[in-house]
């Protein structure tokens, strides 16, 4: 019954590695979106897809890849971990990418980079 | 550009006494509002959202809030707090295209 699931909920690795976070959400919307949310917790958005198409790409290093096989899904790949990427990944995903839209969330993804 | 500000990092209440929270938005254009609450090492949770269809707003749990437009603010309330609203509480303003800017978050503690 999840409605927008993460895997995997935490996620500890070292330095260098290359590492992926996979969302899927049952909603049947078209639009997806991945947020970080630092130490502090404050939370801002990364990237967004609707229909597998990239609609926002904020100035995330190039090491951040977001991945639409379909538009239940969005993966996001991080190449080449640092120390700074250590934060909570929210996925979450809307009807359209429209004004009004509400975003479900789904319960993150906690990475940790030794 | 749109932003939001929340007055106060840390607020803390007596379980059965009123919460308040305060959010204050700047926009260039009749926003879309929300609150959502995010309960320890969970994912965030809509509490209420203002589409502009009427400026007191009832969302879950007993929260809501008020759009007022002459002070920009979008305060929410609640008239007692339970043990189980302690929580971060964010408020975010929609962005054109559905990107959401977020408060930077109040902590709601409350006291039995």
């Known amino acids: 019954d999840t409605a927008v699931s993460q895997t995997p909920k935490y996620l500890v690795t070292q330095m260098g590695n290359d590492k992926s976070i996979k969302c899927e959400q049952n909603l049947g919307h078209d639009t997806m979106y991945w947020y970080k949310q630092d130490s502090k917790k404050f939370l801002k958005i990364m990237f967004s897809?609707?229909?597998?198409?990239?609609?926002i790409n904020e100035t995330v290093p190039n090491r951040f890849s977001p991945k639409s096989p379909d538009k239940a899904h969005l993966n996001l790949h991080i190449n080449s971990l640092e120390l700074g990427d250590s934060a909570v990944y929210f996925c979450?995903?809307?009807?359209?990418?429209?004004?009004?839209?509400?975003?479900?969330f789904g319960p993150g993804t906690r990475l940790l980079v030794l | 550009a749109q932003s939001v500000t929340q007055l106060d990092s840390h607020v803390s209440v007596s379980e059965g006494t009123p919460v308040l929270l305060r959010c204050n938005y700047s926009s260039s254009y009749s926003p879309s509002l929300f609150w959502y609450v995010q309960h320890p090492n969970k994912g965030l949770q809509l509490l209420l959202k203002?589409?502009?269809?009427?400026?007191l707003v009832k969302g879950i749990n007993g929260f809501e809030a008020e759009f007022k437009k002459s002070e920009t603010s979008f305060h929410l309330t609640k008239p007692s707090a339970h043990m189980s609203d302690a929580a971060e509480y964010f408020c975010?303003?929609?962005?054109?295209?559905?990107?959401?800017?977020f408060g930077q978050g109040t902590e709601l503690s409350v006291k039995p």
């Open positions: 975010v303003v929609d962005n054109q295209g559905g990107k959401l800017i």
């Open positions: 979450a995903s809307s009807h359209q990418a429209e004004l009004q839209e509400t975003q479900y």
């Open positions: 203002y589409t502009s269809a009427a400026t």
């Open positions: 897809y609707n229909n597998k198409e990239l609609i």
